[in-house]
């Protein structure tokens, strides 16, 4: 009789699913989600702008202080995302291009790419309207308006 016991459970084990592959493709997805793709800075409701070969969409956009706008370009050509007034981006952080881009690197307050880039994000801090262009195609521009 034990013998009829043990193949009764084995039956009930594989008709429940505990005896499938846990690696099986027909496997549910996690019930948690993955890891965020988003840069550290940037926050899952980042307002995010798309580069395209004849400008940025939207050309304008509004957000709240402390949000984080991310810039991601489609285009063949170069992007680099720079605070007005071009050559200097001193719009925003009252610094010119010289004084807060060093070898290509962002100084933490400065609304500047520093250089070309497929991607580029900020988190504005200061209210007001931020007017930037493409440094690399300065006739693209946009605008930031911080509430």
Known sequence: MKLGTAVLFALVLVASGCASNPS???????SEPGPE????NTSENATVITYTGSGFQPETVTVKQGDTVVWESEASRSMWVGS???PVHSEYAG?????????GDQASS???QCS????????????????YHNHD????????IVE
Do not use: I, M
């Open 116 to 131: 070309s880039g497929d991607r580029f994000s900020f988190t504005f801090e200061k209210e007001g309207e931020w007017r």
């Open 84 to 86: 007005d007034q071009h």
């Open 37 to 40: 793709t988003l840069p550290s």
């Open 137 to 144: 195609y300065s006739s693209h521009t946009g605008t930031v």
């Open 95 to 103: 610094t010119s291009l010289n004084e807060h881009c060093s070898n």
């Open 24 to 30: 099986s493709p027909s496997d549910p997805a996690p």
């Open 110 to 112: 400065a609304f500047d």
